[in-house]
């Protein structure tokens, strides 16, 4: 399968690569490129230039620091998880980021590139030949949505391992252009529009992730229930972090709506305390948050079951640490 | 346009002319000539084409040949030395690792890649290293001992 024509960029700073980016209007960044070109080779993503992120200098790292754990956003999936600090302190970034894909793609993927992924539905990750059989939808360029017919947007899913992960231990996003820098929370960087998930200014580029000094007490997991184990995207993932005294709690999913989601009213009332009646309303309460709808072979009625499920392993997992 | 660009390949340095949308796999395949890198699904999907860079395990169809200039790659054909077949590919041939072929490149360069990170590594770890490389014909079995008999060889060489 041939990629189509594009031109290449290999800036060597952030100032040059935010420049190309505000001047192409059709410019993507290229990290481990296990997302961005398999849809090339699809056709759903045909940008008039490639930008790769690898010759800028100091991007790829993981820095134990006073404040916090700071992550370069060219880190490897497969050197975070490897990391001493993050295996032992951040075990749920690590199951996240060691879940993703095969050991290959953990290998070549990147975690700024795991979290900007596109965002996934059956109708838009296809060959062009077998979404030539009805009309584009509004993801691939077209006027229509084929999952939820009646509403004029956009609802595919959202399936990075990472997010998550990231999402439970507040953790902020670095994000950098010519312009400057700014921080801001790694859950604000996503839409929730299925058509563009991600709501990065023009020219800005995802440069470091910072997971919070207070995250490396307590508790943190990952859980992924997928078809196959060995490279699948999640039918659904969920991680949880608690406080050492259990009196926060924080939940988020992925891959049941059009952004990674944290659960906050099952939060709050898990953050009361984990008995059996908290535990239940806290099964209903991530229920009605979520907005699973039929963007995978398996039906949202399943991914909401298995939502439960994973809630339950998860405070398993925490009661019996 | 048409980039320049010198590909270390198995301790060999290529010049080549190529076009930014050629991937790895192919300019291995088409221009070098290097056919023992397997083309499967092309989307990353069976770990046919892994090749070695700076060491990893990579999916030669998901990298962009620019994108590997100033990196080492090592192809299955580079991996005998002076006419000696690696201790993988032995243990393949002698455990009977392999039936039609297709996959075993991948499978030995990503066998390398999770010995060269863990040497004695545990038959869980290697299932799950190799879990991404589809065989149809052997059931995994005789490979997963091929990778295994390697393994409890350089554990006694320590």
Redesign the interface.
């Known amino acids: 399968m041939r990629l189509p024509k594009f031109e290449y960029a290999e800036p060597k700073s952030i100032e040059e690569a935010s420049s190309i980016l505000s001047k192409e209007d059709g410019a993507k960044i290229l990290a481990g490129g296990t997302d961005l070109l398999v849809n090339m080779k699809h056709r759903v993503e045909t940008p008039a230039v490639i930008m790769s992120l690898k010759k800028i200098p100091d991007l790829s790292f993981v820095r134990p620091e006073d404040g916090g754990i700071r992550i370069g956003a060219m880190t490897s999936l497969k050197s975070v998880y490897s990391h001493p600090t993050i295996a032992e302190k951040l075990p749920g970034l690590a199951l996240a980021a060691s879940s993703v894909g095969s050991y290959h793609h953990q290998a070549m993927g990147t975690i700024g590139g795991n979290l900007c992924q596109q965002n996934r539905c059956k109708y838009f990750n296809q060959s062009r030949w077998w979404r030539s059989s009805r009309a584009l939808c509004f993801k691939a360029g077209g006027e229509l949505c084929h999952v939820v017919k009646k509403k004029n947007i956009c609802f595919s899913s959202y399936c990075g391992d990472v997010a998550p992960s990231l999402l439970v231990m507040n953790a902020k996003a670095l994000l950098e252009s010519k312009e400057g820098k700014r921080e801001v929370e790694v859950e604000s960087l996503f839409t929730g529009d299925g058509k563009s998930p991600l709501g990065l200014r023009r020219g800005e580029i995802l440069t470091e992730i910072r997971v919070p000094r207070e995250c490396q007490e307590g508790f943190s997991t990952y859980m992924k229930f997928a078809n196959r184990e060995s490279i699948d995207f999640p039918i659904v993932g969920a991680s949880l972090w608690a406080s050492p005294d259990t009196k926060t709690v924080r939940l988020a999913f992925t891959a049941v709506d059009r952004k990674p989601l944290r659960a906050r009213k099952a939060e709050e009332r898990l953050s009361g305390g984990l008995q059996k009646s908290a535990l239940e309303e806290a099964a209903r309460l991530v229920l009605e948050e979520a907005k699973p709808v039929n963007t995978s072979l398996y039906p949202a009625s399943h991914k909401r079951d298995v939502m439960g499920l994973l809630l339950e392993s998860m405070i398993t997992k925490l009661l019996g640490r | 346009?048409k980039?320049s660009v010198a590909l270390s390949v198995n301790g060999d340095t290529y010049d080549v002319l190529i076009?930014?949308?050629?991937?790895l796999l192919d300019v291995l395949r088409e221009k070098l000539g290097l056919m023992g890198t397997k083309k499967g699904c092309?989307?990353?999907?069976c770990?046919a084409c892994?090749v070695l860079v700076d060491g990893?395990?990579?999916?030669s169809c998901?990298?962009?040949a620019?994108?590997a200039a100033g990196r080492k790659i090592v192809t299955i054909e580079g991996l005998a030395q002076g006419g000696e077949l690696h201790p993988l590919q032995k243990a393949f041939i002698e455990k009977g690792g392999l039936q039609c072929g297709f996959c075993t490149p991948g499978m030995i360069l990503?066998a390398k890649?999770?010995l060269d990170e863990e040497a004695v590594p545990t038959e869980a770890s290697i299932r799950?290293?190799?879990?991404?490389?589809l065989c149809r014909c052997t059931g995994y079995k005789k490979i997963v001992e091929a990778v295994s008999s390697v393994a409890a060889l350089s554990g006694k060489e320590d």
């Open positions: 346009m980039h076009s930014p949308n050629e991937t092309d989307l990353g999907a770990g892994t990893e395990a990579y999916l998901l990298m962009l620019v994108n990503t890649a999770a799950r290293k190799i879990a991404g490389n």
